[in-house]
């Protein structure tokens, strides 16, 4: 489907025909991202991506070619991983050179701080219902689970679950931040 029927309304400022842009756009451009996945948030790239794409429709000119704003979404999503992964300097790294890293240096491990458990399990505990329903489903899958599997147990849709589990993180940095503890401290 070309979605690019809905591109003169968009350049007249027309949220609604960039939502329904958006509903037939996300997926291409999440999938686009993939090969980024281990290495930045997704999510966030894939966010802002959705933002530039808005702010620049106005000034796009098409080529003739169907569904040109999805190419340049994709491409500005992509940008945005490579810079994002530049930024944080994040190189992807092959099992067997892990292991061997791990081979030659194995650091002590740390012990649990007791008022950390207890300042995070008081911030989740105030959570709203929903984001704190995608981040203990996150967790309780420990990485063997799919998040389109984890939003279908949950009843939600992928994007759905998505935004729950991102403004989870919000929330609880949020929360931790008032108390003093920042993300950067734990080392995340």
Not at 64 to 76: E, H, M, P, T, Y
Not at 107 to 133: H, N, Q
Request: charged share 30%; proline share 5%; with cysteine.
């Amino acid at each position: 489907m070309n979605l690019d029927l809905h591109l003169g309304a968009i350049i007249e400022g027309d949220t609604y025909a960039f939502g329904q842009w958006m509903a037939g756009s996300e997926e291409t451009i999440r999938l686009s991202l993939r090969s980024f996945a281990r290495v930045v948030d997704v999510e966030a790239v894939l966010q802002e991506s959705l933002l530039r794409v808005w702010q620049v429709a106005p000034r796009f000119v098409p080529d003739g070619r169907d569904n040109g704003l999805l190419r340049l979404g994709i491409r500005i999503a992509r940008n945005l991983a490579v810079s994002e992964l530049r930024r944080v300097k994040a190189t992807p790294t092959d099992s067997d050179t892990l292991e061997a890293a791990l081979a030659n240096d194995v650091p002590a491990p740390k012990e649990p701080d007791p008022l950390l458990r207890e300042a995070i399990a008081d911030c989740r505990e105030k959570l709203p219902a929903k984001p704190r329903e995608a981040l203990d489903a996150r967790l309780q899958a420990a990485g063997g689970d799919d998040d389109s599997d984890i939003a279908q147990s949950l009843g939600m849709k992928l994007n759905t679950f998505l935004q729950n589990f991102t403004r989870a993180r919000t929330f609880l940095a949020d929360c931790l931040g008032k108390r003093g503890i920042t993300i950067e401290e734990l080392g995340a």
